[in-house]
């Protein structure tokens, strides 16, 4: 099993930026695959970015260039920067690991970009 546990959300007014943390229960070197998702009110939750074996694998085409996934297996932690932020960033951020075939998330952080 995998726990994941987020952080780093907010409000921050446009342009802004923000670094969104999610601490996994166990190396993030043993788990197939993480990523971040997001879910405005409304809409469907939207894949974000991905990393496999460290290296960012997936950038959705409306954050590409200001948003970076990493990650840092010391801490077992995975981050997303989130920079040159948007009104229409707003929403709950989720963290998903991919283990062993099965799915696991986060609860959820709030970035709200609002002036």
């Known amino acids: 099993q995998v726990q994941l546990v987020e952080s780093g959300g907010g409000l921050v007014q446009p342009g802004g930026s923000l670094r969104l943390s999610c601490a996994a229960s166990?190396?993030?070197?043993?788990?197939?695959?993480m990523g971040w998702y997001r879910q405005a009110p409304g809409k469907q939750r939207e894949l974000v970015a991905t990393?496999?074996?460290?290296?960012?694998?997936y950038y959705a085409d409306s954050v590409k260039g200001r948003f970076t996934i990493s990650g840092d297996d010391a801490k077992n932690t995975v981050y997303l920067q989130m920079n040159s932020l948007k009104p229409e960033d707003t929403a709950v951020y989720y963290c998903?690991?991919?283990?062993?075939?099965?799915?696991?998330w986060g609860q959820g952080t709030q970035v709200t970009v609002s002036s």
């Open positions: 166990r190396s993030i070197a043993s788990i197939n695959g």
């Open positions: 990393i496999t074996s460290g290296d960012p694998t």
């Open positions: 998903h690991a991919l283990f062993l075939f099965r799915s696991y």
